[in-house]
């Protein structure tokens, strides 16, 4: 799996440390340094890749690195020039988001036309989604091997195409099968985007470039139904495909000018140069030096997510126009802002509660009180929206509690899950990205007949109960966490009071 995973970057303190960062970086995949070269003379207890770079010097390989000062080192770009990548590559994700959910502002179009079910054309919504799931299982890897830069080229270019036959489809089935093959296709950018943030902004400068890209992630599924909902009412379901085509083609375009910046790429480029203008062998990078086959790559990155899914115990867990209620949807972003305009209140309870060592349960205090939110939120929602009596900044209210909810439970479950999983964290996160895709891509296939069968009121009570009855999950992880984790393989061992030092496989933190 490629760089950092996107999770390890909303948060701060840094969920993954500067050692394991600079692994991320150079070595192209994850997991202890456990290779043949861990022979290697250790410095401080836990192998690092300085370790490894003095070990194969003395073996007479010449180590390839960046020269300081001289801009190879995309982290010493301009900071013009890494803004321009930073807008660039979040327009991508905000591509890919607003497809997920442009096309819920007219679904009874293709419905009529067609003369197809719901649940059919809900297809276009849950295939698009479980594409985001499956894609970077097979995106990931390849990036390692040929760079961000070609995969983004390749990935939005795909998603260009199959967006076409969405908006010329004849029949139903052309709709569906575009529709799963431009999820899958669109993938790329969710993958990879937060690496490449990661790849140009020193750790200490991330915060606004992070919350730019974390705003197009977060606010993208929010924007769609408001956009979509009005397309479709003024020009018809089909306009809404070919405003997504033609917004997808400006972002191919951003694709081509976008530099590389995968730190693990230049540097192997720059060894195959060394070695072309020198006829000497002996320069390498360390990546080179540890990395696996890709055919091997390949194997790890689909089958580990896939494990860690189902074996590690951390990992389980009255308006009727399109436009009126996509404007819904502005009250869920408003509480997305103020949820990530807070989140960093909740740096100074975690630098006050690690003050003895860092251990993951530290990151679960923003998700214990979005657990106790969410139902919240939801009961608002039923009880207000069912009622034409109750005015419509009720349910407006419950959507800026719910977004609020979903943010901070959001970042938090995250960050708890690459702190257990440090030495395995893009693993990690893609299994709990497949899941999440499978999970969310299968809501629309029920959610309508859910509210019509039961009614509005008693269909949200549905909702706000399970998040009643989920809600003690943080509290457990809070309480056994660390006992569960160690009786994992893979899981962190670091203890309360004690911190990472305490795991003898994970990079001090």
């Not at 990935?155 to 431009?182: E, K, M, Q």
Request: with cysteine.
């Amino acid at each position: 799996m490629p760089a950092e995973p996107i999770e390890a970057e909303f948060v701060f303190p840094p969920a993954l440390s500067q050692r394991q960062e600079e692994e991320y970086r150079h070595l192209e995949r994850e997991g202890p340094l456990s290779r043949a070269s861990s022979h290697a003379t250790v410095t401080d207890g836990t192998l690092s890749v300085h370790d490894l770079e003095k070990y194969y010097t003395i073996h007479g390989v010449h180590i390839v690195e960046f020269e300081p000062g001289t801009g190879e080192d995309p982290r010493e770009w301009g900071v013009g020039r890494k803004w321009f990548i930073t807008a660039a590559t979040s327009f991508l994700c905000l591509a890919v988001a607003l497809g997920s959910s442009l096309v819920t502002g007219d679904l009874e179009g293709p419905v009529e036309e067609f003369h197809a079910s719901h649940e059919m054309i809900n297809l276009t919504v849950t295939l698009f989604v479980v594409g985001f799931g499956v894609g970077p299982l097979l995106f990931a890897p390849l990036s390692e091997v040929f760079g961000r830069k070609p995969i983004y080229c390749v990935s939005i270019f795909l998603y260009f195409i199959f967006t076409l036959p969405s908006a010329l489809a004849p029949n139903r089935a052309t709709l569906i099968v575009s529709r799963a093959l431009a999820g899958i296709a669109a993938s790329a950018p969710m993958c990879n985007v937060g690496g490449t943030v990661a790849d140009i902004w020193e750790i200490k400068d991330r915060g606004f470039p992070m919350a730019l890209f974390s705003a197009t992630i977060f606010l993208g599924p929010c924007l769609g139904p408001v956009f979509g909902g009005w397309i479709g009412q003024r020009a018809g379901w089909r306009w809404i495909y070919w405003v997504l085509f033609i917004f997808v083609g400006i972002c191919f375009i951003f694709t081509l000018v976008i530099p590389e910046t995968l730190a693990s790429v230049i540097l192997r480029r720059k060894a195959q140069r060394l070695r072309k203008e020198t006829g000497d062998d002996s320069y390498q990078t360390v990546g080179e030096l540890e990395s696996e086959l890709l055919l091997q790559t390949l194997k790890i990155a689909v089958s580990r997510p896939i494990i860690m899914m189902f074996m590690e115990p951390i990992e389980i867990r009255g308006w009727t126009h399109g436009g009126m209620i996509g404007i819904t949807f502005v009250s869920i972003m408003i509480g997305i802002i103020i949820a990530l305009f807070i989140m960093p209140y909740q740096e100074r309870l975690y630098a006050k509660v690690t003050r003895d060592g860092s251990f993951p349960e530290a990151r679960l205090y923003p998700m214990m009180l979005g657990a106790i939110i969410l139902p919240i939120a939801l009961f608002m929602f039923a009880f207000t929206g069912a009622y034409a009596s109750v005015h419509w900044i009720g349910v407006c209210v419950s959507g800026a509690v719910f977004g609020f909810a979903m943010i901070i439970l959001y970042i938090s479950a995250n960050s708890y899950i690459v702190d257990s999983y440090s030495n395995f964290a893009a693993s990690a996160i893609a299994a709990k990205t497949l899941m999440r895709s499978c999970v969310g891509g299968a809501v629309p296939l029920f959610v309508t007949q859910m509210f019509h069968a039961m009614r509005f009121q008693f269909a949200g009570l549905l909702l706000a109960l399970v998040a009643c009855a989920i809600a003690p999950m943080p509290f457990i992880f809070y309480r056994y966490g660390e006992r569960i984790r160690c009786g994992s393989k893979r899981a962190t061992k670091a203890r309360r009071g004690k911190g990472f030092k305490s795991d003898p496989n994970a990079p001090g933190h």
